[in-house]
């Protein structure tokens, strides 16, 4: 059970009607160690994003001059709805006088270009109103409802809320008159207003917005399986479908009937059992493919599509944020954890001014024809310059600013301790109990975690801890000394009247673990990778004395796990533990020919294994891959 309370969140601010949990304002978190630094490095994104093209284009017409030919991309002024998103987090989080003045400055520009009327899109002209040569008329108003609501939480502005309304107002009317548009949203547009929608009804009071949530929801098809969805165009558009599904979740959270929960839990099943990448990537050449297992380590047949694209991972990170806060299972935390640690913090540079569009776990030899959606293979594209579709940085900046909603959640009977970092949270239970936390861990890199009680009087409340699924074996220590060992992949519980000072400790083993696919992957059929922690691991070029596609495992993947050395690098990428292993070198094809004998031994060399978040940061020309042949 949940009651409704206030501070309200700013991302998760989903109705308590049907939700097992909710998170905590972000206002009551302070996040600090690995996740910390990200945050911070987000803020600084934030701002560098305003030297990119993304908001020229409403810079240009509000001069009354005629925009570049830069910013002429796909739904443009969707990714300054996004980064207003972004900088509203964060500024609720914490307080920044350039970056409120620069928030302010954007929301001006986006409400002096509002028609009369409503109707916002500066791509109006060359293109038409609701135009089906285009069809993200409804994705961008989706993202200017979500952007509105974060401003007004953050500074409780409401001129931009007001604009988002006055558009939405305009797209009822056309909805309403039977404009022939809306009978090919559900085949042809970009799912977003969904969500939009929702929030917005939520935050402005009208129920007429979220009626209307709900009607385009039913022009999609949301089934239980995979391979049936229909998400706009494409079908299955990895991301389209991420973002369609979560406004369904959000739907199920408002006690909404477009779409059942039982059938978004089968198709979060499909998704995360068959659908996945080692990585948590999704996706290849954008699409989810219509056969499970189907999973490609690249994709060759395109130079200018991959697998595993950015913004899938975002969208797919929020579908199961909200399919927790349904029911929090540990599971749903377990799919969040990897996909964040692996590879959405390895789609951005350690600075989080860069970015890949696609994330293929293995690039290796020529990639001289080949391009990331335009930018190089082998390194990021960096600010200010973006891709030739800019939605990756934008979601990172809003994302990263709504991270610290995700670590807690929140019922009448406790709190969830969801993702380690070092971190604080102040805050009160919907019922009233009082809770002060703080965490303290090196996670990723150490399995170690202590939780102190803070505040200043006594509260009773049950404190779960997740033990990932990854862990073989936890050992958490309550506040008298007792030890209760644990599997991994559940929350292990404690209820008791907790006492400023009381410390639990969770200790979670972290050997280095040999990752092996199902045979149902025939992408991945004899090859192997390692794992330490929630971590990835993967071989890059820089580290390798021969060519890195020309190395094997020569040993069996548990026997390469066990031997492997875990060395601490402080300088190196951050601080990373990074793996030491004896690899074999395969003879090449012009060392031998295409088919040779089965050697009884291969040569061996030594090499360094790192986080497959830290790849391609050192080199602009960077080569890796995930899977290595079993020798």
């Known amino acids: 059970m949940i009651s409704d309370r206030t501070p309200h969140p700013l991302a998760g601010d989903w109705s308590t009607a049907k939700a097992g949990c909710r998170p905590p304002s972000l206002r009551e978190v302070r996040v600090e160690g690995f996740l910390g630094r990200r945050m911070e490095a987000n803020r600084h994104s934030i701002l560098a994003g305003l030297e990119s093209p993304i908001p020229r284009r409403f810079q240009a017409l509000a001069r009354g001059e005629e925009p570049g030919p830069e910013t002429e991309r796909l739904a443009s002024d969707s990714d300054l709805y996004k980064w207003i998103e972004g900088a509203s987090y964060a500024l609720a989080y914490r307080l920044d006088e350039p970056l ?48 509105a609501v974060a401003y007004h939480r953050a500074t409780g502005d409401g001129r931009l809320l007001e604009a988002a309304g006055r558009w939405i107002d305009w797209l009822l009317a056309r909805y309403e008159e039977g404009h022939p548009y809306f009978s090919q949203v559900g085949e042809h547009e970009h799912p977003e207003i969904e969500l939009g929608l929702l929030r917005l009804a939520r935050e402005a009071g009208e129920p007429r917005y979220r009626r209307f949530a709900e009607a385009i929801l039913s022009m999609h098809r949301i089934t239980p399986r995979v391979a049936d969805l229909v998400a706009g165009a494409g079908d299955r558009h990895a991301v389209r479908v991420g973002y369609l599904l979560t406004a369904a979740a959000e739907s199920c959270l408002e006690g909404g009937d477009a779409v059942s929960p039982d059938t978004l839990q089968a198709v979060w099943e499909d998704l995360s059992s068959t659908r996945l990448y080692v990585t948590g990537g999704l996706g290849c050449r954008e699409q989810i493919p219509v056969r499970p297992y189907d999973l490609p380590q690249t994709y060759e047949e395109n130079p200018d599509r991959d697998i595993a694209e950015t913004c899938a991972s975002v969208a797919m990170m929020m579908f199961t944020w909200r399919m927790h806060a349904l029911t929090p299972r540990a599971h749903y935390m377990d799919t969040i954890e990897t996909i964040l640690y692996n590879h959405y913090l390895g789609a951005l540079s350690l600075d ?32 200010p310059e973006i891709h030739s579709t800019a939605c990756c940085l934008p979601n990172a900046w809003r994302f990263f600013g709504a991270l610290p909603e995700y670590l807690y959640s929140l019922d009448d009977t406790g709190v969830w301790v969801n993702l380690y970092t070092s971190s604080t949270l102040a805050t009160a239970l919907p019922s009233g109990a009082p809770v002060g936390l703080r965490v303290e861990t090196d996670y990723p890199h150490d399995g170690r975690v202590a939780v102190s009680v803070t505040g200043e009087a006594p509260s009773a409340y049950s404190l779960r801890l997740r033990v990932p699924g990854w862990c073989r074996r936890a050992v958490l220590t309550d506040p008298d000394g007792r030890e209760t060992v644990s599997p991994g992949g559940e929350y292990v519980a404690l209820a008791r009247t907790w006492r400023p000072g009381d410390r639990v400790t969770l200790e979670m083993e972290m050997p280095v673990r040999a990752i092996v696919s199902a045979p149902e992957i025939a992408a991945n059929a004899g090859q192997a990778a ?58 090449s094809a012009a060392e031998a020919g295409p088919y040779i004998e089965a050697p009884e031994r291969l040569p061996e060399t030594w090499a360094w294994l790192v986080p497959f978040y830290a790849r391609a940061n050192r080199s602009d020309e960077a080569r890796w891959t995930v899977f290595l042949p079993r020798g």
Request: glycine residues 10%.
């Open 352 to 383: 989080n001014l860069a970015n890949f569009y696609y994330n293929p776990l293995r690039v290796v030899g020529d990639q001289s024809w080949r391009t990331d959606h335009g930018g190089s293979r082998g390194r990021r594209t960096r600010l």
């Open 100 to 147: 409120r003045a620069a928030a302010e400055e954007m929301v001006g520009l986006v409400l002096a270009l509002q028609a009369p009327d409503g109707y916002l899109n500066t791509q109006v002209p060359p293109y038409e109103r609701l135009d089906t040569r285009v069809n993200h008329d409804l994705y961008q108003a989706g993202h200017l409802c979500e952007a």
């Open 530 to 587: 390692l794992g330490r922690g929630p971590l990835v691991y993967c071989l890059e070029g820089v580290d390798a004395e021969y060519p890195i596609e020309r190395l094997a495992l020569p040993v069996s993947p548990r026997e390469a796990a066990a031997g492997a050395r875990v060395e601490w690098a402080p300088d190196l990428l951050g601080g990373v533990h990074w793996l030491g292993v004896t690899l074999g070198v395969l003879p």
